[in-house]
């Protein structure tokens, strides 16, 4: 097992923060950034993939 000085890990870090911030903005406030991130963010990744290979498929079929 190793020997920690007084570090957290990542995860640690990550959990500690996103627990004070749950208990500092309550869940009104992951509800909004979540709806935020939907209308800015635009088409994800595997939307885009997904429209990229139905293009080729017509371009395919001509």
Do not use: D
Request: glycine content about 20%; hydrophobic content about 20%; proline content about 2%.
């Amino acid at each position: 097992m190793e020997e920690r000085k007084g570090k957290m890990t990542v995860e640690e870090a990550g959990r500690r923060g996103g627990l004070k911030t749950a208990e500092t903005h309550g869940e009104e406030f992951y509800s909004e950034i979540g709806r935020k991130g939907g209308r800015i963010g635009g088409p994800k990744g595997g939307e885009r993939v997904r429209k990229l290979i139905q293009e080729g498929k017509k371009h395919e079929n001509k």
